[in-house]
Protein backbone atom coordinates (compact mmCIF):
# COMPACT_ATOMS: atom_id res chain seq x y z
CA UNK A 1 0.00 0.00 0.00
CA UNK A 2 2.52 3.08 0.93
CA UNK A 3 4.86 1.62 -2.08
CA UNK A 4 1.62 2.36 -4.21
CA UNK A 5 1.33 5.48 -2.60
CA UNK A 6 4.69 6.58 -3.29
CA UNK A 7 4.21 5.12 -7.09
CA UNK A 8 1.13 8.13 -7.40
CA UNK A 9 3.62 10.51 -5.95
CA UNK A 10 6.43 9.70 -8.20
CA UNK A 11 4.33 9.43 -11.10
CA UNK A 12 2.90 13.11 -10.90
CA UNK A 13 4.42 16.71 -10.76
CA UNK A 14 1.73 18.92 -9.35
CA UNK A 15 -0.27 18.21 -5.54
CA UNK A 16 -2.49 19.98 -4.29
CA UNK A 17 -2.63 19.31 0.40
CA UNK A 18 -5.89 20.33 1.87
CA UNK A 19 -6.71 19.31 5.62
CA UNK A 20 -9.87 20.09 6.99
CA UNK A 21 -11.31 23.15 8.36
CA UNK A 22 -10.53 24.70 12.23
CA UNK A 23 -7.08 22.42 11.55
CA UNK A 24 -6.04 20.90 14.34
CA UNK A 25 -1.73 19.99 15.24
CA UNK A 26 -2.61 16.68 13.41
CA UNK A 27 -4.00 18.22 10.15
CA UNK A 28 -1.10 20.99 9.92
CA UNK A 29 1.48 18.58 11.13
CA UNK A 30 0.62 16.25 8.38
CA UNK A 31 0.40 18.32 5.74
CA UNK A 32 3.29 20.65 6.34
CA UNK A 33 5.54 17.04 6.41
CA UNK A 34 3.76 15.38 3.47
CA UNK A 35 4.11 19.22 2.05
CA UNK A 36 8.12 18.99 2.56
CA UNK A 37 8.26 15.66 1.48
CA UNK A 38 6.95 15.59 -1.72
CA UNK A 39 9.20 19.26 -2.36
CA UNK A 40 12.18 17.35 -1.68
CA UNK A 41 11.20 15.00 -4.12
CA UNK A 42 11.32 17.27 -6.73
CA UNK A 43 7.37 18.34 -7.03
CA UNK A 44 5.42 20.99 -6.87
CA UNK A 45 2.96 21.21 -3.93
CA UNK A 46 0.15 23.56 -3.02
CA UNK A 47 -0.57 23.67 0.71
CA UNK A 48 -4.29 25.28 0.43
CA UNK A 49 -6.99 25.09 3.65
CA UNK A 50 -10.71 27.08 3.98
CA UNK A 51 -9.30 28.21 7.37
CA UNK A 52 -5.67 30.13 8.65
CA UNK A 53 -3.52 28.29 11.22
CA UNK A 54 -4.18 29.08 14.89
CA UNK A 55 -2.07 30.93 16.47
CA UNK A 56 -0.83 27.58 18.55
CA UNK A 57 0.63 25.92 15.65
CA UNK A 58 1.60 28.53 13.03
CA UNK A 59 5.44 28.53 14.47
CA UNK A 60 6.03 25.55 13.11
CA UNK A 61 8.31 25.76 9.70
CA UNK A 62 6.64 25.84 6.37
CA UNK A 63 2.75 27.35 8.04
CA UNK A 64 4.07 30.38 6.56
CA UNK A 65 3.17 28.58 2.81
CA UNK A 66 -0.29 27.68 3.52
CA UNK A 67 -2.71 29.33 1.42
CA UNK A 68 -6.43 30.14 2.49
CA UNK A 69 -7.92 32.49 0.05
CA UNK A 70 -10.17 31.66 -3.00
CA UNK A 71 -7.62 33.89 -5.12
CA UNK A 72 -7.51 33.61 -8.57
CA UNK A 73 -3.84 32.14 -8.43
CA UNK A 74 -4.34 29.36 -5.84
CA UNK A 75 -7.66 28.30 -7.77
CA UNK A 76 -5.19 28.41 -11.04
CA UNK A 77 -3.20 26.18 -8.94
CA UNK A 78 -5.76 23.71 -8.03
CA UNK A 79 -7.24 23.42 -11.73
CA UNK A 80 -3.80 22.86 -13.14
CA UNK A 81 -2.81 20.18 -10.33
CA UNK A 82 -2.18 16.53 -11.53
CA UNK A 83 -3.58 15.02 -7.95
CA UNK A 84 -5.50 16.38 -4.98
CA UNK A 85 -4.54 15.42 -2.05
CA UNK A 86 -6.51 15.29 1.62
CA UNK A 87 -5.01 14.77 4.97
CA UNK A 88 -7.02 14.41 8.07
CA UNK A 89 -10.34 14.31 6.88
CA UNK A 90 -12.46 12.22 4.29
CA UNK A 91 -15.72 14.17 3.80
CA UNK A 92 -15.45 16.52 1.49
CA UNK A 93 -18.30 19.27 3.94
CA UNK A 94 -14.74 18.84 6.49
CA UNK A 95 -12.84 20.78 4.08
CA UNK A 96 -14.74 23.63 4.61
CA UNK A 97 -16.42 26.00 1.86
CA UNK A 98 -13.05 27.96 0.50
CA UNK A 99 -11.66 24.13 -0.44
CA UNK A 100 -14.81 22.93 -1.53
CA UNK A 101 -15.47 25.38 -3.94
CA UNK A 102 -11.97 25.06 -5.30
CA UNK A 103 -12.17 21.50 -5.33
CA UNK A 104 -15.00 22.16 -7.92
CA UNK A 105 -11.89 23.36 -10.74
CA UNK A 106 -10.11 20.15 -10.17
CA UNK A 107 -11.26 16.81 -12.43
CA UNK A 108 -7.99 14.65 -11.94
CA UNK A 109 -7.30 11.99 -9.37
CA UNK A 110 -7.59 12.43 -5.94
CA UNK A 111 -6.01 10.97 -2.73
CA UNK A 112 -7.16 10.26 0.71
CA UNK A 113 -4.28 10.29 3.47
CA UNK A 114 -6.23 9.22 6.94
CA UNK A 115 -6.98 7.65 9.97
CA UNK A 116 -10.70 8.50 10.61
CA UNK A 117 -13.57 6.37 10.08
CA UNK A 118 -15.91 5.80 6.98
CA UNK A 119 -14.68 7.78 4.33
CA UNK A 120 -16.50 9.34 1.27
CA UNK A 121 -16.21 7.46 -2.04
CA UNK A 122 -14.78 10.03 -3.93
CA UNK A 123 -11.21 9.26 -3.49
CA UNK A 124 -9.01 7.71 -6.28
CA UNK A 125 -6.41 6.21 -3.88
CA UNK A 126 -6.76 5.74 -0.20
CA UNK A 127 -3.85 5.43 2.67
CA UNK A 128 -5.46 4.89 5.57
CA UNK A 129 -5.60 2.99 8.89
CA UNK A 130 -8.30 3.83 11.18
CA UNK A 131 -6.59 2.34 14.31
CA UNK A 132 -3.52 4.57 13.52
CA UNK A 133 -2.63 7.18 16.33
CA UNK A 134 -3.08 9.94 13.90
CA UNK A 135 -2.49 10.95 9.94
CA UNK A 136 1.03 12.30 10.86
CA UNK A 137 1.91 8.46 11.75
CA UNK A 138 0.79 7.36 8.45
CA UNK A 139 2.67 10.25 6.59
CA UNK A 140 5.65 8.77 8.85
CA UNK A 141 5.20 5.20 7.44
CA UNK A 142 4.75 6.38 4.04
CA UNK A 143 7.86 8.67 3.88
CA UNK A 144 9.98 6.41 5.73
CA UNK A 145 9.35 3.65 3.51
CA UNK A 146 10.86 5.73 0.91
CA UNK A 147 14.03 6.74 2.85
CA UNK A 148 13.98 7.25 6.82
CA UNK A 149 16.67 9.87 6.04
CA UNK A 150 14.27 11.88 4.50
CA UNK A 151 13.30 13.37 7.62
CA UNK A 152 14.75 16.06 8.64
CA UNK A 153 14.13 18.21 11.85
CA UNK A 154 10.90 20.59 10.30
CA UNK A 155 9.60 17.56 9.23
CA UNK A 156 10.45 15.51 12.38
CA UNK A 157 8.38 19.15 14.33
CA UNK A 158 6.02 18.77 12.23
CA UNK A 159 4.83 14.80 12.58
CA UNK A 160 5.74 15.06 16.39
CA UNK A 161 3.46 17.80 17.03
CA UNK A 162 0.71 15.83 14.84
CA UNK A 163 1.13 12.66 17.05
CA UNK A 164 1.56 14.56 20.59
CA UNK A 165 -1.55 16.44 19.57
CA UNK A 166 -3.96 13.70 18.23
CA UNK A 167 -2.84 11.27 21.42
CA UNK A 168 -3.64 14.00 23.93
CA UNK A 169 0.18 14.28 25.03
CA UNK A 170 1.13 10.07 24.70
CA UNK A 171 -2.03 8.90 26.78
CA UNK A 172 -4.63 8.15 24.28
CA UNK A 173 -5.25 4.28 23.81
CA UNK A 174 -3.74 4.40 20.66
CA UNK A 175 -0.07 4.94 22.03
CA UNK A 176 1.87 1.86 21.49
CA UNK A 177 5.39 0.84 21.57
CA UNK A 178 5.48 1.67 17.93
CA UNK A 179 4.26 5.20 18.60
CA UNK A 180 6.90 5.78 21.11
CA UNK A 181 9.73 4.54 18.76
CA UNK A 182 8.60 7.17 15.67
CA UNK A 183 8.80 9.51 18.59
CA UNK A 184 12.33 8.72 19.46
CA UNK A 185 13.33 8.58 15.67
CA UNK A 186 11.64 12.09 15.52
CA UNK A 187 14.03 13.51 18.29
CA UNK A 188 17.26 11.55 16.78
CA UNK A 189 16.38 14.02 13.85
CA UNK A 190 16.29 16.91 15.38
CA UNK A 191 12.70 17.39 16.42
CA UNK A 192 11.90 20.94 18.54
CA UNK A 193 12.04 20.02 22.14
CA UNK A 194 9.00 18.55 23.58
CA UNK A 195 8.57 21.10 26.15
CA UNK A 196 8.79 23.96 23.00
CA UNK A 197 6.19 22.22 21.08
CA UNK A 198 3.92 21.79 24.39
CA UNK A 199 4.44 25.14 25.35
CA UNK A 200 3.46 26.92 22.06
CA UNK A 201 -0.03 24.08 21.59
CA UNK A 202 -0.87 24.17 25.10
CA UNK A 203 0.53 26.48 27.22
CA UNK A 204 0.13 29.68 25.07
CA UNK A 205 -3.68 30.84 26.23
CA UNK A 206 -5.26 34.46 26.67
CA UNK A 207 -5.24 36.02 29.37
CA UNK A 208 -9.38 36.15 28.91
CA UNK A 209 -9.21 32.53 29.06
CA UNK A 210 -9.32 31.92 32.54
CA UNK A 211 -12.68 34.34 32.45
CA UNK A 212 -14.47 31.73 30.28
CA UNK A 213 -13.14 28.92 32.71
CA UNK A 214 -15.32 30.58 35.03
CA UNK A 215 -18.54 31.11 33.00
CA UNK A 216 -18.21 27.67 31.69
CA UNK A 217 -17.67 25.70 34.61
CA UNK A 218 -20.53 27.58 36.40
CA UNK A 219 -22.57 25.27 34.40
CA UNK A 220 -20.61 21.75 34.63
CA UNK A 221 -23.47 19.11 34.93
CA UNK A 222 -22.82 15.61 36.18
CA UNK A 223 -25.12 12.33 35.15
CA UNK A 224 -25.12 8.85 35.51
CA UNK A 225 -23.40 9.31 38.83
CA UNK A 226 -20.51 11.25 37.60
CA UNK A 227 -19.59 9.11 34.74
CA UNK A 228 -20.90 11.62 32.37
CA UNK A 229 -20.30 15.32 32.40
CA UNK A 230 -21.21 18.28 30.05
CA UNK A 231 -20.06 21.71 29.61
CA UNK A 232 -21.73 24.54 27.19
CA UNK A 233 -20.13 27.54 26.05
CA UNK A 234 -22.40 29.66 24.49
CA UNK A 235 -21.74 32.49 22.30
CA UNK A 236 -22.92 35.22 25.35
CA UNK A 237 -19.63 33.59 26.91
CA UNK A 238 -17.49 34.01 24.34
CA UNK A 239 -18.14 37.53 23.98
CA UNK A 240 -18.28 38.33 27.85
CA UNK A 241 -14.76 36.60 28.28
CA UNK A 242 -13.48 37.42 24.63
CA UNK A 243 -12.11 34.17 23.79
CA UNK A 244 -12.05 32.97 20.17
CA UNK A 245 -14.13 29.98 20.07
CA UNK A 246 -10.97 27.93 18.46
CA UNK A 247 -9.33 28.45 22.15
CA UNK A 248 -12.35 27.13 23.53
CA UNK A 249 -12.22 23.43 22.99
CA UNK A 250 -9.36 22.87 25.51
CA UNK A 251 -11.87 23.12 27.88
CA UNK A 252 -12.90 19.68 27.32
CA UNK A 253 -9.29 18.36 28.68
CA UNK A 254 -10.32 20.40 32.05
CA UNK A 255 -13.93 18.38 32.24
CA UNK A 256 -11.73 14.91 31.62
CA UNK A 257 -9.65 16.12 34.73
CA UNK A 258 -12.05 15.52 36.61
CA UNK A 259 -12.07 12.29 38.74
CA UNK A 260 -14.68 9.51 38.21
CA UNK A 261 -15.88 11.40 34.41
CA UNK A 262 -15.36 8.56 31.70
CA UNK A 263 -17.20 10.38 28.91
CA UNK A 264 -18.03 14.18 28.30
CA UNK A 265 -19.51 16.41 26.09
CA UNK A 266 -19.20 20.14 25.15
CA UNK A 267 -21.64 22.41 23.11
CA UNK A 268 -20.33 25.35 21.52
CA UNK A 269 -22.48 27.92 20.05
CA UNK A 270 -20.94 28.72 16.62
CA UNK A 271 -22.69 31.71 14.31
CA UNK A 272 -25.20 28.64 12.69
CA UNK A 273 -25.24 26.19 15.04
CA UNK A 274 -23.48 24.10 17.61
CA UNK A 275 -20.44 21.94 17.83
CA UNK A 276 -20.64 19.05 20.00
CA UNK A 277 -17.14 17.47 20.84
CA UNK A 278 -17.24 14.50 22.71
CA UNK A 279 -14.36 12.73 24.81
CA UNK A 280 -14.04 9.45 26.64
CA UNK A 281 -11.96 7.21 28.06
CA UNK A 282 -11.07 3.48 27.69
CA UNK A 283 -13.82 1.34 26.21
CA UNK A 284 -16.84 3.83 25.68
CA UNK A 285 -16.65 4.34 22.15
CA UNK A 286 -18.28 8.15 21.60
CA UNK A 287 -18.12 7.92 17.89
CA UNK A 288 -21.26 5.97 18.27
CA UNK A 289 -22.30 8.85 20.55
CA UNK A 290 -21.44 11.65 17.95
CA UNK A 291 -22.91 9.61 14.86
CA UNK A 292 -26.76 9.62 16.24
CA UNK A 293 -25.87 13.38 15.81
CA UNK A 294 -24.48 13.19 11.90
CA UNK A 295 -20.81 13.33 13.16
CA UNK A 296 -17.91 11.40 13.61
CA UNK A 297 -14.96 10.14 14.85
CA UNK A 298 -12.93 8.11 17.22
CA UNK A 299 -13.46 5.83 19.56
CA UNK A 300 -12.13 8.36 22.55
CA UNK A 301 -12.90 11.31 20.66
CA UNK A 302 -15.20 12.70 18.25
CA UNK A 303 -17.38 15.63 17.24
CA UNK A 304 -20.85 16.46 15.29
CA UNK A 305 -22.36 19.81 13.53
CA UNK A 306 -25.86 20.56 14.48
CA UNK A 307 -27.52 22.82 13.14
CA UNK A 308 -29.93 24.21 15.99
CA UNK A 309 -30.07 26.75 18.78
CA UNK A 310 -27.90 25.45 21.59
CA UNK A 311 -31.22 24.34 23.97
CA UNK A 312 -32.39 21.77 21.05
CA UNK A 313 -28.89 21.10 20.66
CA UNK A 314 -28.12 19.83 24.63
CA UNK A 315 -32.02 18.26 24.21
CA UNK A 316 -31.16 16.33 21.27
CA UNK A 317 -27.27 15.22 22.71
CA UNK A 318 -28.84 14.22 25.95
CA UNK A 319 -31.63 12.36 24.80
CA UNK A 320 -29.16 9.72 23.14
CA UNK A 321 -27.24 9.11 26.21
CA UNK A 322 -29.59 6.45 27.46
CA UNK A 323 -28.43 3.84 24.28
CA UNK A 324 -24.99 4.94 24.51
CA UNK A 325 -24.92 3.99 27.78
CA UNK A 326 -26.89 0.74 27.24
CA UNK A 327 -24.75 -0.34 24.54
CA UNK A 328 -21.96 -0.54 26.12
CA UNK A 329 -23.32 -2.38 29.45
CA UNK A 330 -25.36 -4.65 28.15
CA UNK A 331 -22.53 -6.32 26.16
CA UNK A 332 -23.23 -9.94 26.17
CA UNK A 333 -20.67 -12.69 27.14
CA UNK A 334 -18.41 -14.47 24.28
CA UNK A 335 -20.15 -17.67 23.85
CA UNK A 336 -16.84 -19.88 24.94
CA UNK A 337 -17.28 -17.90 27.60
CA UNK A 338 -20.88 -18.06 28.77
CA UNK A 339 -20.27 -21.93 28.25
CA UNK A 340 -17.46 -22.35 30.41
CA UNK A 341 -19.32 -20.18 32.86
CA UNK A 342 -22.17 -22.45 32.12
CA UNK A 343 -20.46 -25.29 33.28
CA UNK A 344 -18.53 -23.87 36.56
CA UNK A 345 -22.02 -23.29 37.68
CA UNK A 346 -22.81 -27.20 36.28
CA UNK A 347 -19.90 -28.54 38.60
CA UNK A 348 -21.65 -27.05 41.58
CA UNK A 349 -22.75 -30.00 44.15
MN1 LIG B 1 -5.94 13.27 13.18
Known amino acids: MLKRIL ?29 KFINALGKEVLLFNSDPIPTTLDWIKGSEEVQTGNTLEN ?21 GTTVERALDLFTGPTLLIDHHTAPESWFTWMLRDEHAAATSELVYDLICTYD ?35 IAHLLECGCTSPQVVYGHVYENHSHAWPRLVSLVFRGLTFLNEGKVAYVTVTRHMLDVSGVDHGESHQMSDLVMSIAGVEVMLMLTELSHGVKASFRSKGDHHVDGWARTLGGGGHQNAAG ?9 ALDLALNSI ?14 DDQSYLNELIGMKP
Request: glycine fraction near 6%.
Open 322 to 335: PDFFKDKTTTNLLE
Open 148 to 182: PKMIDADIATALYTGIMTDTGSFRFSTVTPKIHQI
Open 7 to 35: GVLHDHDRFVITTHKRPDGDAIGSQLALG
Open 75 to 95: LESVSKADVFIVVDANTRDRL
Open 304 to 312: AYIETSMED
